[in-house]
């Protein structure tokens, strides 16, 4: 499975951006997704993931009530809407995919990755 994320770009703080992450190849499989970040000098945290159905997500408590994490798996795609984005949120983005279902936050969990997409968030 190979995971091509989009959609990063340089905001203000309060505005919204809309990541997605394509998949491709081996997608006929039951896969949950996720997205992580990391910002320079940080580990990769944990941000959002989602089962194979969509109708459970769950989300770091940094993006809680703002993020948004679905998923569309006719186009094979995954979207991160991002709100009321703040500084702190400044990182590149990843999107990764876990066989099987269900929901999974850590990055040990995830079995690809994609490249990530820059996300800079000015005050």
């Known amino acids: 499975v190979q995971l091509q994320a989009s959609g990063g770009g340089l905001v203000q703080a309060g505005d919204s951006l809309r990541l997605s992450c394509a998949a491709s190849?081996?997608?006929?499989?039951?896969?949950?997704m996720g997205w992580f970040r990391q910002a320079p000098g940080k580990e990769r945290e944990f941000v959002a993931t989602?089962?194979?159905?969509?109708?459970?997500?769950y989300y770091a408590n940094s993006v809680k009530g703002r993020f948004t994490i679905s998923r569309d798996n006719a186009k094979n795609t995954v979207y991160l809407q991002m709100n009321s984005l703040k500084p702190e949120d400044t990182a590149v983005y990843y999107c990764?995919?876990?066989?099987?279902?269900?929901?999974?936050?850590?990055?040990?969990?995830?079995?690809?990755w994609g490249l990530g997409t820059q996300v800079t968030v000015s005050s």
């Open positions: 990764a995919a876990s066989r099987g279902d269900g929901l999974r936050s850590l990055p040990g969990q995830y079995d690809y």
């Open positions: 190849g081996h997608t006929s499989s039951t896969y949950a």
């Open positions: 989602i089962d194979w159905s969509g109708g459970r997500s």
